[in-house]
């Protein structure tokens, strides 16, 4: 069929010349996936039920990232859904879970702006928001959740209709995001060594790691971190410990992105996550960087500790949900980064460490504190650069002496935008079925 368009520009009579013809290449079959574009937190991607992705997670990459746009490793990702940035170029997988006691498996995949790879070495916190309000809409059950990234267990308290629905509309507002919505209060349950088993990887509450200039290689410079895994792997670096010449830098800048990522790195190896530097720079997704601001005498923010987070290289516009929780155990662990930094405030008159709470979310069944007991909440509020994120943080006196984080719990808003099917292309000759 021909379609007639009538412009406004002047009709120049084509230029009529021989073209050879194009070689032959393979044939590109399109795909329908069904799926829901959700905003859940301060993130947004794609939600989609396990069953229509292939049955192996290996072969997972190509279907994603022609969705959302990347497998020519366009930036823009304008062939697909995804929205040019780390923070919209996420999926989230959802099915029903095998495990007694638990209602959905969920596997997070950070899809690469840029390049052609996806993540499913961590987690996300903001996605994760999403997955109760996304399982009860689809079917699939409600609020326990098994996030196999990192093989914890979530727990979300939903507000529902009176006829069982996720209730979208609501009063709560977090950072970062406009408007508001129905509080989803997330759980985080025994959240310490998601993927290193231990809280401290290095069995140290601070490091000092040695990392190579990015500009002048041969030279080397040195930070003061707290390596630590709560929710996710994070290296959290004492600001006050850059060199001079780094912090006057442009945290926004290619150069301090290439100083962030060249100590994420020296982080990965000394946590044991990579072998080398240059294995640590081919998983971008973990372990994850977040800069510790030092406080300045005079500034009265409301938090406990304020920081700059990066996602992909480069600065994170609000925080991630697991920085959230990392950040805030770290504040209530002693002798870290955060806490250290924390006091630091106090000394300034700034106020200090969190008082601790007597009542704690009666939503996930947590028995009230007495005050002989081992453990302790408090609510942590960290600062970021859109705002402030509030963290209630359980810990417990373990028998050998040692801190141990039994749950944190952050609440957060989500919103389904859009369901229906995307459609993208993939070669003739891929060898397995997408439905």
Known sequence: MAILIQTNLPVTPPNFQHVPKPAARSRNIRHKLPAVLMRAGTSKGLFIQRKHLPPLEEDWEAPLLAAMGSSLADSRQIDGVGG???TTSKVAVVGPSQIPGVDVDYTFVQVAVGKNSIDLSGSCGNMASGVGPFALQEGLMDVRIFNTNTSRLMVETLQLTDDGEFQENGDYVIAGAKGSGSEVKMGFIDPAGSMTSRLFPTTHTTDRLSVERPDRLGSYFSVIATLIDVANPFVLVDEASLPPEVKQLDSSSDIFGAYAEAIRCAGSVKMGLAESIESASTVRGTPKLAMVLDPVV?????????VQAFSMGKPHPTLQITGAVCIASAVCLPETVPSLINSRRASL????????????SPELDVERVE???????????????????????????????DMAVERCIVSRTARRIFEGKVMYYLPEQTNYHIV
């Open 84 to 86: 040019a940035t780390s």
């Open 371 to 401: 005050e002989s007991s081992s453990k302790v909440a408090r609510i942590v509020t960290v600062a970021h650069p859109s705002g402030t994120i509030n963290v209630e943080v359980i810990t417990v006196q373990c028998e050998n002496g």
């Open 349 to 360: 008159g700034m106020g200090g460490l969190p008082t601790p709470m007597r009542d704690m």
């Open 298 to 306: 005079g500034n009265n923010e409301p938090a406990d500790v304020k």
